[in-house]
């Protein structure tokens, strides 16, 4: 299967699935890799790896309609099976996330629908809670709002700052995205009636 990964930063994330492809543990590759800046780290590891890079900046779009339509066909111009965000720090529009329904993932890191949008680790911080985690979810029009397919839960410790909480669910995203784009490759996860199924299961 062919995947496109969308980020805007560190890439850590499309570091461990196109590790998971060249290992085997994904019946996939990464096709292109695309950021919305050049200053995207994550851009030069994918090169390195000789992976194609592509940066659309959004700061050439007049409207989000715009730039998302112009994203829409460089994605497509790489004939993706799968998309795959990655920190790709972006709010999708309704008709962009239509053409992808049942073909893209995001990951977010809380435990859904706990905490939608940013400062995810602060806010389960000041929260007091003594769990975080992170979701792998279908992309769907809600930001942050599609059918979970896959969490892990991490331990919140006392005295925790946010970069502690923040490794450790890194390690956890680590874990289970390559996973869950696996199961997609295999084509055992569908996006069915609205609802994630795995083997056919909810
Ligand atoms: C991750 O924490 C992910 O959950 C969030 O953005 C971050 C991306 O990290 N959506 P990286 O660029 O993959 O290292």
Redesign the pocket.
């Known amino acids: 299967k062919r995947i496109v990964v969308l980020?805007s930063?560190?890439?850590?994330?499309?570091l461990a699935i196109q590790q998971a492809c060249e290992e085997g543990r994904i019946a996939g590759q990464i096709v292109a890799v695309i950021a919305n800046k050049a200053s995207a780290k994550?851009l030069e590891k994918a090169a390195a790896k000789g992976i194609d890079t592509e940066v659309l900046s959004h700061k050439a779009f007049a409207s989000r309609e715009a730039y998302d339509a112009e994203l829409n066909v460089l994605i497509d111009s790489y004939q993706p099976d799968l998309v795959v965000?990655?920190?790709f720090m972006r709010i999708l529009t309704g008709e962009f996330t239509r053409h992808y329904e049942g073909r893209m993932l995001?990951?977010?890191?809380s435990l859904l629908p706990k905490y939608k949008g940013v400062n995810t680790h602060q806010r389960a911080l000041d929260a007091g809670d003594e769990e975080h985690g992170?979701s792998v979810h279908f992309v769907t029009e809600e930001l942050d709002g599609g059918p979970v397919v896959l969490q892990a839960k991490v331990p919140v410790f006392d005295g925790d700052t946010v970069d502690d909480l923040?490794a450790r669910?890194?390690e956890q995203?680590h874990r289970i995205y390559p996973l869950v784009v696996n199961w997609f490759c295999q084509q055992r996860l569908k996006l069915e009636g609205g609802r994630a199924t795995l083997d056919g299961q909810p």
């Open positions: 980020i930063g560190t890439g850590s994330n499309m994550g965000l990655a920190g995001n990951i977010h890191p992170v923040q669910v890194h995203e």
